[in-house]
């Protein structure tokens, strides 16, 4: 079963950084790229992917690109996102998933399917 892990968010003002981690379980962690999406209020239903790693690639929306920096711990299971200069515009609920990246872009793998965690709150304040 895929157990996804995510912690760090925070109520901060706008300027100011947060670092969320993600700790992954109930899959082979070095058979799938790892990435972070959020959910904006009143996105019911919908998340956005914002940053997503494999082996040596790197995926960032247009939206956090200079801004937020993914990066792996594999041996530990576990992804980071670091945001700098949090707007209030990057206030959602964030989660982490297995992810594919191909082609300049990526999307959530089919084994995360009805296994998402309970994301972590960022909230940044203007």
């Known amino acids: 079963e895929v157990r996804l892990m995510e912690s760090g968010g925070g109520l901060v003002q706008a300027g100011e950084s947060l670092r969320l981690s993600c700790v992954a379980s109930?899959?082979?962690?070095?058979?799938?790229?790892m990435g972070w999406y959020r959910q904006a209020p009143g996105q019911e239903n919908e998340r956005d992917v914002i940053?997503?790693?494999?082996?040596?690639?790197?995926y960032y929306a247009d939206s956090v690109k200079g801004r937020f920096t993914i990066s792996s711990d594999d041996p530990k299971n576990t992804i980071y996102l670091q945001m700098n200069s949090l707007k209030p515009e990057d206030t959602a609920v964030y989660f982490c998933?297995?992810?594919?990246?191909?082609?300049?872009?990526?999307?959530?793998?089919?084994?995360?399917?009805?296994?998402w965690g309970q994301g972590t709150q960022v909230t940044v304040s203007s």
């Open positions: 998933a297995p992810s594919v990246v191909y082609g300049g872009q990526c999307w959530s793998s089919e084994i995360v399917a009805g296994s």
């Open positions: 109930g899959f082979v962690f070095d058979d799938y790229g």
């Open positions: 940053s997503c790693i494999s082996d040596e690639q790197k």
